[in-house]
T-cell receptor, first 113, second 115 residues
Framework: AQSVSQHNHHVILSEAASLELGCNYS??????LFWYVQYPGQHLQLLLK??????LVKGIKGFEAEFIKSKFSFNLRKPSVQWSDTAEYFC???????????FGTGTRLQVFP | GAVVSQHPSWVICKSGTSVKIECRSL??????MFWYRQFPKQSLMLMAT?????????EQGVEKDKFLINHASLTLSTLTVTSAHPEDSSFYIC???????????FGPGTRLTVT
């Protein structure tokens, strides 16, 4: 079955530490890839997206992600996290075959000052 | 930017009653809307895909007679939870895709509590 998996369920970091959150998908064919963030008590916001072109995508708030097609991965990175990055992060994939946006299980990030 | 609203934002209802949740695209036309369900501290689960003027397509395991979806216009889709039970308590989120665009715009969600 088509799925999106996020390996890190809960990540705890100190401010200024580097962040990498894993995301893998099992779809074949062409996909569009997204990372969303959900701050406590707020609704989903788009961090960044990949449709085509340069596999290294830069998003808002200093986040970036790299699409590695051979590994079916789209990992999220940030070189130096801040306390305000504390949130839930979701990887999501749209397959051209299904035209549905499917979410990963989410990663809870806690950043301590 | 493209804005999606949901109404109500929070509803409490008694077991056995029905609840209607509205999802509106405020400044764009949405041919396709999606309904998701999010349990506390969990991910979003796609419930159904709603296409304007046609029947919704439900995901496996989602009861279409319990979760009625209507997409009557290019700016409005509704989800009606019929004969609600406490296990239906959840956070329901809709998203809308603008014509000829790939991006989805998410609503703020509706928290349903069934007592």
């Amino acid at each position: 079955a088509q799925s999106v998996s996020q390996h890190n369920h809960h990540v705890i970091l100190s401010e200024a530490a580097s962040l990498e959150l894993g995301c893998n998908y099992s779809y074949g064919g062409t996909v569009n890839l997204f990372w969303y963030v959900q701050y406590p008590g707020q609704h989903l916001q788009l961090l960044l997206k990949y449709f085509s072109g340069d596999p290294l995508v830069k998003g808002i708030k200093g986040f970036e992600a790299e699409f590695i097609k051979s590994k079916f991965s789209f990992n999220l990175r940030k070189p130096s996290v801040q306390w305000s990055d504390t949130a839930e992060y979701f990887c999501a994939v749209i397959s051209y075959n299904t035209d549905k946006l499917i979410f990963g299980t989410g990663t809870r990030l806690q950043v301590f000052p | 930017g493209a804005v999606v609203s949901q109404h109500p934002s929070w509803v409490i209802c008694k077991s056995g009653t029905s609840v209607k949740i509205e999802c509106r695209s405020l400044d764009f036309q949405a041919t396709t809307m999606f309904w998701y369900r999010q349990f506390p501290k969990q991910s979003l689960m796609l419930m159904a895909t709603s296409n304007e003027g046609s029947k919704a397509t439900y995901e496996q395991g989602v009861e279409k007679d319990k979760f009625l979806i209507n997409h009557a216009s290019l700016t409005l889709s509704t989800l009606t939870v019929t004969s609600a039970h406490p296990e239906d308590s959840s956070f329901y989120i809709c998203s809308a895709r603008e014509l000829e665009k790939e991006e989805l715009n998410f609503g703020p969600g509706t928290r349903l509590t069934v007592t």
